[in-house]
């Protein structure tokens, strides 16, 4: 069991200051993560190679049978010093299948529907850089983009699946607010000059508020970190600045651009990291699992549970340290799993229990 220390130390008196700070210093050791009923939290049973740490992003092949795991390794988050690691597991066996070594800061990790190529963004506040990982041979190419757009680093990424396909970064880091957030590829991928344009600003206008169903023309996105494509294909973005889910639709659309504030136990609660019970091939299921990076305690964890209903939403807490599920009506934070160490990337495998 874990205990919420600073409560529990307050609780009792300790003859010392010395044995309250053992005590908590024992307990942080021994705490594990502990999942509510009738959810179970395992840990994968995969072992990171030598050098590999701090494990973030993480994405599931298209089969279900591979999972891939972006470790930062404390590289600086400008590209400066590394490389980082990109590991390939088996999931049935935790197998180690591949081991690539990538220079700067890995952070977004996504799967191409269409190629099944692994895509890592690097370098968050500076230097960004997209490398692609062909999936069978581990070969990497790096691409680099043009500055008129980006004034800091990108964050991660994420596919549409409708045809032609588009591309969509996070820019994160901008100097400049008015900068956008969220662009998207134009053009083919090159070397040193690929082409963006220009998706969400960073101060879109106007926004409706989904909590209050009030619109709002001040919004600053002003920390955005990971995104996703939900089952509707929108694209969901966690601001971290102002504890804010924002949801980005079709530019004709009514309101193109919503915004869902987050809380837990009443309070604004910040997020890195959310995800929706699909793959990012589009395909849902109530029946799966959920993939957990715990970037401080260098672990791996799976999250099950007989049944997730459609469209459930989960979302990594980072500073709390809680993994929830995410009401997108009223923005409430339910914890399903607590006392992560440093919690970080989330990734759901669906299993196909659908009528054929």
């Known amino acids: 069991m874990v205990y919420r220390t600073a409560h529990f130390v307050s609780r009792w008196l300790f003859p010392s200051l010395v044995g309250a700070a053992l005590f908590m210093c024992a307990t942080q050791t021994l705490a594990v993560p502990v999942a509510v009923p009738p959810y179970k939290i395992t840990a994968f049973k995969g072992i990171p190679p030598a050098g590999a740490t701090q494990p973030d992003d993480l994405a599931i092949s298209a089969d279900g049978r591979d999972l891939w795991i972006g470790y930062g390794n404390g590289v600086d988050t400008t590209g400066k010093g590394g490389p980082s690691n990109v590991v390939e597991y088996a999931i049935s066996s935790g197998l180690v299948l591949q081991n690539l070594k990538i220079p700067g800061h890995v952070d977004g990790l996504k799967i191409n529907p269409a190629t099944n190529d692994v895509w890592a963004t690097e370098n968050e506040d500076g230097n960004p850089t997209l490398a692609v990982i062909q999936h069978t041979t581990g070969k990497v190419n790096i691409y680099r983009f043009a500055p008129r757009l980006l004034t800091g680093g990108m964050d991660d990424l994420a596919f549409s699946l409708g045809t032609p396909q588009h591309v969509f970064i996070v820019a994160s880091s901008q100097a400049d607010i008015t900068k956008p957030v969220i662009v998207s ?31 709002e023309l001040s919004d600053q996105i002003g920390d955005p970190d990971s995104m996703t494509l939900d089952p509707a294909g929108e694209l969901v973005l966690d601001n971290r600045s102002d504890h804010s889910l924002y949801i980005a639709r079709n530019l004709r659309a009514v309101n ?18 959310t995800i929706f019970t699909a793959s990012t091939f589009g395909v849902s299921s109530t029946s799966g699992t959920i993939f957990i990076t715990d970037t401080s305690a260098n672990k791996i964890y799976t999250l099950t549970k007989p049944y997730f209903p459609p469209n459930e939403v989960y979302t990594a807490a980072n500073v709390v340290n809680d993994v929830g599920l995410v009401d997108m009506n009223s923005g409430v934070v339910t914890p399903v799993v607590t006392g992560f160490k440093g919690v970080h990337g989330l990734a759901f495998s669906p299993v196909v229990v659908a009528i054929q």
């Not at 083919?188 to 879109?204: C, I, W």
């Not at 987050?262 to 990291?273: A, F, K, M, Q, Y």
Request: glycine share 6%; hydrophobic share 40%.
């Open 185 to 215: 590829i134009a053009g083919p991928l090159q070397k040193t000059n690929t082409q963006l344009t220009q998706f969400l600003a960073g101060d879109p206008k106007p926004v409706l508020n989904v909590v209050t169903n009030a619109t």
């Open 256 to 273: 193109p651009v919503l915004r869902v504030p987050l809380t837990l136990d009443g309070i604004p609660v910040e997020v890195n990291d």
